[in-house]
């Protein structure tokens, strides 16, 4: 698996391992909403690029995949950090927003 889909599958799998007890630390059904919605946009870019064939060696890719790395790190906190749940959702964003671009960037090879 080439770092690109690797730093994906982190994202969309921490997601998924913390997803209930993030989804529980909300206190409205719109916080849920955005939870749920980045999570299912996390997925989405894994599962886009998953069946995709395409170069690590892409400089914008390794760029893209350096961020989203940076970022993961926040999510292996998440469960740390669930009292302040603006800040979770807002590291959660920035972390699907990499994905994003990611896929995009391969989808695009």
């Known amino acids: ?9 982190t994202t969309y799998f ?8 993030t989804l529980a630390a909300c206190p409205d059904q719109d916080t849920k909403d955005q939870v749920m919605a980045q999570y299912v946009a ?3 870019n894994y599962w886009s690029c998953i069946n995709h064939a395409f170069h690590d060696d892409d400089p914008a890719l390794q760029a893209l995949v ?14 740390d950090h669930l009292g302040d ?4 959702i807002d590291d959660i ?3 699907v927003t990499i994905g994003e671009q990611i896929a995009a960037k391969v989808i695009s090879l």
């Open 1 to 9: 698996m080439g770092d690109a889909l690797n730093a994906l599958e």
């Open 85 to 88: 749940i603006t800040t979770v």
């Open 14 to 21: 921490t997601l998924q391992t913390n997803l209930n007890p």
């Open 66 to 79: 350096v961020q989203v790395d940076a970022a993961n790190t926040s999510l292996t906190t998440i469960a």
């Open 93 to 95: 964003t920035k972390v």
């Open 42 to 44: 996390a997925r989405q």
